[in-house]
């Protein structure tokens, strides 16, 4: 299977504060759909299968009737959580190309956030018995969204293993310094500095404001066709050389076996195995952030260092820049670019490959995505170069 | 005892899952009858050996702070009054491999950390809907 189906075409929409997106999100959809497969150069009638994830509410049937498709021959959305499926996505995108089961599948997420509210916010009112089902036993104490789940997890990473504050501020920074090249990123021209992140408010220790994603409107999309046939189309291929998904075999976000975890060890472990390759030889890598502690245990948790050695790894610069010692989120990520569950980082592994992002890796034959940390299962994707 | 988020805040809907730990006024967790295995959450099956047959532990009620994040930013407006405070994570002692979240009384946010020792408190309060008498489980740090 690996390497049989690869990304022929990205595309994206212009990318929005939360709320002043022009466009409904049905409008983002189409737009990043139809640039998607403009970029590969196929007719748009040709998509015969369309897969998201976290609850899309810009259903297969409602956009191939939108966008004219002959047919709709696969369609899928990977069980639970959120932006930890966004590799997972991908994955199930390739294993139905692969298969044979469809030949263009277009993998997409987007979302208005003014149109449809916030993800992620709170449910539950005051007064009365309001806390219903798996709510009732966070809710109750004033555990409500995912940035305080984060930080129980990561306020543990820390203790255990003797991370400080500035490992935290080192990813903001790296964000923040590498959209200062992106024009699409919505913190370009809008540089952060050690002393703004320190001097920012608190969300919930360990967060400070910058160590959480900002919510965004926007859409980004990705065409999934065989190597074989990406090959007559527009760009160079980019293969998709393999994916994982998973957790076990202790579920769970709050056991004693998970906390602490952002349930990327399993992931870890497929993925090297299935990609004959390990941390050593990624190229460039996106961590997907939703928070900044949290990316911290991904990394470690990849296997690029060991957790009381991860505050080094970050440090110093060592993720800032197209040379950096760790080329990572090259586009500013979900903190610099935009917060588009993440999609962001599939089109910019795409162009690092292809050779055209603002940021450019010298040489990349291996770019990683790590999806969302923090939920599971957990999810990641590694594109290559063409062979 | 008043609550720690203020009398105002949400309470948790009863079912035959919340209903006997946010009730008994003793910590009770889900405890298989099949093969004795503690759970929580509670759910339909035993979580060790698939047996249906669930039943309830009256833990004693002591345990050790494994993680504690301090909220400043309120995400509900009926918690706008009530930051900062620490939601903590709580192992119980004699309920091996289980977390409970909760909050703690009588310590200010920043001074609660991970390995405190603490035991069971409960908030009572009822339920102006059902008018049915909650015993909300919470927790105070044991200075030895």
């Known amino acids: 299977v690996h390497g049989a189906a690869a990304i022929a075409g990205i595309g994206e929409t212009r990318y929005y504060e939360r709320g002043q997106s022009p466009h409904t999100e049905f409008q983002l959809a189409c737009i990043a759909i139809r640039r998607a497969v403009e970029d590969a150069g196929i007719a748009l009638a040709d998509v015969d299968g369309f897969v998201s994830y976290l609850d899309q509410r810009n259903t297969p049937t409602r956009l191939a009737r939108t966008l004219g498709l002959r047919e709709l021959r696969w369609t899928g959305v990977p069980w639970a959580g959120g932006g930890n499926s966004m590799a997972a996505a991908i994955q199930t995108a390739d294993a139905a190309v692969s298969a044979g089961y469809a030949r263009h599948v277009v993998v997409f997420r987007a979302l208005a956030q003014g149109q449809f509210g916030r993800f992620g916010q709170a449910g539950g009112g005051s007064g009365g018995a309001s806390l219903r089902g798996a709510f009732a036993w966070n809710g109750t104490y004033g555990m409500l969204s995912p940035a305080q789940q984060c930080a129980l997890h990561t306020a543990r990473f820390m203790h255990d293993h003797g991370i400080s504050q500035e490992a935290l501020c080192e990813i903001a920074l790296a964000c923040y310094a590498n959209a200062q090249r992106n024009p699409r990123a919505l913190r370009y021209g809008k540089p952060l500095t050690r002393d703004a992140y320190h001097a920012s408010r608190w969300i919930v220790t360990p967060f400070h404001l910058y160590d959480c994603c900002p919510e965004n409107d926007g859409g980004a999309a990705a065409l999934v066709t065989s190597t074989e046939r990406a090959r007559d189309l527009r760009h160079r291929p980019v293969p998709i050389v393999a994916a994982a998904t998973g957790i076990g075999p202790a579920y769970g976000s709050f056991t004693q076996a998970t906390l602490g975890s952002a349930h990327y060890r399993q992931v870890a472990r497929h993925l090297w195995e299935a990609a004959d390759m390990g941390p050593a030889d990624v190229d460039v890598a996106q961590f997907y952030e939703n928070f900044t502690g949290s990316v911290l245990i991904a990394i470690s948790e990849m296997g690029f260092a060991a957790p009381e050695g991860v505050e080094a790894f970050v440090s110093g610069g060592r993720l800032v820049g197209p040379d950096a010692a760790f080329p990572f989120n090259t586009s500013g990520g979900n903190l610099g670019e935009a917060y588009i569950h993440g999609f962001g980082m599939i089109n910019e592994s795409v162009r690092q490959v292809r050779g055209d992002s603002t940021c450019q890796v010298r040489d990349v034959r291996r770019a990683l995505v790590v999806a969302g940390p923090g939920y599971s299962p957990g999810s990641a994707v590694v594109f290559g170069a063409l062979e | ?144």
């Open chain 2, 1 to 144: 005892m008043s609550r720690v988020l203020g009398d105002g805040w949400a309470l948790p809907a009863l079912d035959d899952h919340t209903r006997p730990f946010f009730t008994a006024g003793v910590l009770t967790l889900q405890q298989c009858r099949a093969c004795a295995h503690v759970q929580h959450p509670p759910d339909d099956v035993c979580e060790a050996c698939q047996a249906f047959d669930l039943g309830w532990f009256e833990s004693a009620g002591r345990g050790r702070i494994e993680s504690v994040a301090v909220v400043h930013h309120a995400v509900h407006p009926a918690l706008k009054d009530q930051v900062p405070y620490a939601i903590v994570l709580v192992s119980v002692t004699d309920a091996p491999g289980v977390l409970v979240a909760g909050n703690v009384f009588g310590a200010a946010p920043d001074a609660i950390q991970i390995g405190d020792a603490v035991r069971v408190v409960f908030e009572h309060v009822t339920d102006p809907t059902s008018v049915e008498t909650l015993r909300i489980p919470q927790w105070e740090i044991v200075r030895e």
